[in-house]
């Protein structure tokens, strides 16, 4: 969050000032990030980047506070990962040998000890097995901050059925914490 | 008892009721696990995991997403240098739009007015001045009287070479005006007969109107267009006579070598139809003092 000097910084920003357009990169691109390796894995860093494009040529036209500003910057994420399955639907699909896929990693295997030391990266990779709905509703009010009602506007859905979406993703969470994944995932994170 | 029967301590371990599920979870609980605002000693069984996993997932950035901050402020200085960010405060496309749309429609309105008027001949009258002067540099066929003092009718197509031809080089009537042989003894409204016949002034007939009382009072005026005067000038200080290579404003041919001679009879060469009229056709007409009536006819 930038807080108070939030409407200074964005002023300068939208006047071409790198240093105000830095501060609100640092704070939203981390964000964005993990939205999009939630929802889009693969091509979060394009899409990132053509959210940011999308912003520096509108945001002379936003008005708001830093929350309808944060908003406002998703939903242009939101637009952009449908851009990218759009495009990726018209692509075709080449299948990859079995083989080829990385196996998920045994309880006692190394690399679980690596993704201790990423547990953001590991908890958005459980977050992303969730059923995308959820998984979305989740990263939109936990990652980015937004309320059940912009995240409603975001995902066009009622923000009761928000509220269910979320609610049934930190269930199954729970449930994989505690079954599944429970010990690796109690020590990733 | 019988032999079938359960023992007494089997019955006692069945459960009574079933358990309550153990990850229930309610509206409030869910709001503080998504906002962070849940301790971890606080959560129910089953989430303090999730709570933690939220933690993780909402951490502090790490230097690998942070890592594009160069490549965005390069984007954003491309940008600016293509001058395609939209300065904050600049009005909206649409209201851009609205306003475009309103001036359309104002010209259109303008012009549709406009139109109508003219063809009702509810024109202003300057504005009905203007338009004939306009239309008189096009097409001289259709002498009108004018309320400019410098601006005559032409003098009669049957005046010898200098019919059809103003003092201002206009050009010579086309073959097929009717009354084009008439002198000066008919009447000096023929110019504007002429006109009415080829153009249906029938059309405007308060136009016509007009038109009959200048040309009525127009016998003087039409003598003094057809008179030069001593110092060969239409009265307005121009000179009545072509430039030197005889082509003037008009379309008419080679001046007549004596010119200055003619007075009064411009500079155009006779019309295709204009020759035959009588001798008195190129004599002067005099001036009279009743120009001025012409003038204000209107």
Same mark, same amino acid.
């Given at each position: 969050?930038? !807080?108070?000097?939030?409407?200074?910084?964005?002023?300068?920003?939208?006047?071409?000032?790198?240093?105000?357009?830095?501060?609100?990169?640092?704070?939203?691109?981390?964000?964005?990030?993990?939205?999009?390796?939630?929802?889009?894995?693969?091509?979060?860093?394009?899409?990132?980047?053509?959210?940011?494009?999308?912003?520096?040529?509108?945001?002379?036209?936003?008005? !708001?506070?830093?929350?309808?500003?944060?908003?406002?910057?998703?939903?242009?994420?939101?637009?952009?990962?449908?851009?990218?399955?759009?495009?990726?639907?018209?692509?075709?699909?080449?299948?990859?040998?079995?083989?080829?896929?990385?196996?998920?990693?045994?309880?006692?295997?190394?690399?679980?000890?690596?993704?201790?030391?990423?547990?953001?990266?590991?908890?958005?990779?459980?977050?992303?097995?969730?059923?995308?709905?959820?998984?979305?509703?989740?990263?939109?009010?936990?990652?980015?901050?937004?309320?059940?009602?912009?995240?409603?506007?975001?995902?066009?859905?009622?923000?009761?059925?928000?509220?269910?979406?979320?609610?049934?993703?930190?269930?199954?969470?729970?449930?994989?914490?505690?079954?599944?994944? !429970?010990?690796?995932?109690?020590?990733?994170? | 008892?019988?032999?079938?029967?359960?023992?007494?301590?089997?019955?006692?371990?069945?459960?009574?009721?079933?358990?309550?599920?153990?990850?229930?979870?309610?509206?409030?609980?869910?709001?503080?696990?998504?906002?962070?605002?849940?301790?971890?000693?606080?959560?129910?069984?089953?989430?303090?995991?999730?709570?933690?996993?939220?933690?993780?997932?909402?951490?502090?950035?790490?230097?690998?997403?942070?890592?594009?901050?160069?490549?965005?402020?390069?984007?954003?200085?491309?940008?600016?240098?293509?001058?395609?960010?939209?300065?904050?405060?600049?009005?909206?496309?649409?209201?851009?739009?609205?306003?475009?749309?309103?001036?359309?429609?104002?010209?259109?309105?303008?012009?549709?007015?406009?139109?109508?008027?003219?063809?009702?001949?509810?024109?202003?009258?300057?504005?009905?001045?203007?338009?004939?002067?306009?239309?008189?540099?096009?097409?001289?066929?259709?002498?009108?009287?004018?309320?400019?003092?410098?601006?005559?009718?032409?003098?009669?197509?049957?005046?010898?070479?200098?019919?059809?031809?103003?003092?201002?080089?206009?050009?010579?009537?086309?073959?097929?005006?009717?009354?084009?042989?008439?002198?000066?003894?008919?009447?000096?409204?023929?110019?504007?007969?002429?006109?009415?016949?080829?153009?249906?002034?029938?059309?405007?007939?308060?136009?016509?109107?007009?038109?009959?009382?200048?040309?009525?009072?127009?016998?003087?005026?039409?003598?003094?267009?057809?008179?030069?005067?001593?110092?060969?000038?239409?009265?307005?200080?121009?000179?009545?006579?072509?430039?030197?290579?005889?082509?003037?404003?008009?379309?008419?041919?080679?001046?007549?070598?004596?010119?200055?001679?003619?007075?009064?009879?411009?500079?155009?060469?006779?019309?295709?139809?204009?020759?035959?009229?009588?001798?008195?056709?190129?004599?002067?007409?005099?001036?009279?003092?009743?120009?001025?009536?012409?003038?204000?006819?209107?």
């Amino acid at each position: 969050m930038i !807080g108070p000097g939030f409407p200074a910084v964005l002023t300068a920003a939208a006047g071409g000032d790198e240093d105000a357009f830095g501060v609100l990169w640092h704070d939203l691109q981390p964000r964005l990030l993990r939205y999009f390796k939630v929802i889009a894995p693969g091509a979060a860093e394009d899409l990132a980047s053509e959210t940011w494009l999308a912003v520096i040529r509108a945001v002379g036209r936003f008005q !708001g506070d830093e929350a309808a500003f944060r908003a406002w910057v998703f939903t242009i994420a939101r637009h952009k990962a449908r851009d990218g399955w759009r495009r990726a639907a018209r692509r075709p699909v080449q299948e990859l040998p079995a083989t080829s896929l990385a196996e998920p990693p045994a309880p006692d295997d190394p690399a679980a000890t690596v993704l201790e030391d990423a547990s953001t990266q590991a908890a958005l990779a459980l977050i992303a097995t969730l059923p995308a709905g959820q998984a979305e509703a989740v990263v939109l009010r936990v990652v980015a901050g937004l309320e059940v009602t912009q995240v409603a506007e975001i995902m066009d859905k009622r923000p009761n059925t928000v509220r269910v979406l979320t609610h049934r993703g930190l269930r199954r969470l729970a449930e994989r914490l505690g079954a599944d994944h !429970g010990p690796r995932a109690r020590r990733a994170v | 008892m019988a032999a079938d029967d359960a023992w007494s301590a089997e019955i006692k371990r069945l459960p009574l009721a079933p358990d309550p599920d153990p990850l229930a979870l309610d509206d409030d609980l869910a709001e503080r696990l998504l906002d962070g605002d849940l301790p971890l000693d606080q959560a129910p069984p089953g989430y303090a995991q999730v709570a933690s996993l939220l933690a993780a997932a909402a951490g502090p950035p790490t230097p690998a997403e942070l890592a594009g901050r160069e490549a965005a402020l390069a984007e954003l200085r491309a940008m600016a240098r293509a001058g395609r960010a939209i300065p904050r405060g600049s009005g909206r496309p649409g209201r851009r739009r609205r306003v475009g749309l309103l001036v359309a429609v104002a010209v259109c309105g303008l012009s549709t007015t406009g139109i109508a008027a003219a063809t009702t001949g509810t024109l202003p009258d300057p504005i009905r001045d203007t338009a004939r002067r306009i239309l008189a540099t096009v097409d001289d066929t259709a002498p009108m009287p004018s309320t400019t003092p410098g601006r005559r009718p032409a003098p009669s197509p049957g005046d010898g070479p200098a019919v059809g031809a103003t003092s201002e080089g206009q050009r010579p009537r086309p073959a097929g005006v009717p009354e084009a042989t008439a002198g000066p003894g008919t009447s000096n409204d023929q110019p504007c007969r002429a006109s009415k016949a080829r153009k249906g002034a029938d059309k405007n007939k308060k136009l016509n109107a007009v038109t009959s009382q200048a040309a009525g009072d127009a016998d003087n005026v039409t003598s003094e267009c057809q008179n030069s005067r001593p110092d060969g000038t239409d009265g307005n200080g121009r000179d009545k006579h072509p430039p030197s290579d005889g082509h003037g404003r008009g379309q008419g041919s080679e001046p007549p070598p004596d010119a200055g001679s003619k007075s009064g009879q411009g500079q155009a060469g006779p019309p295709p139809n204009g020759g035959g009229g009588s001798p008195e056709k190129g004599r002067p007409i005099e001036t009279g003092p009743r120009r001025t009536s012409f003038s204000t006819s209107r």
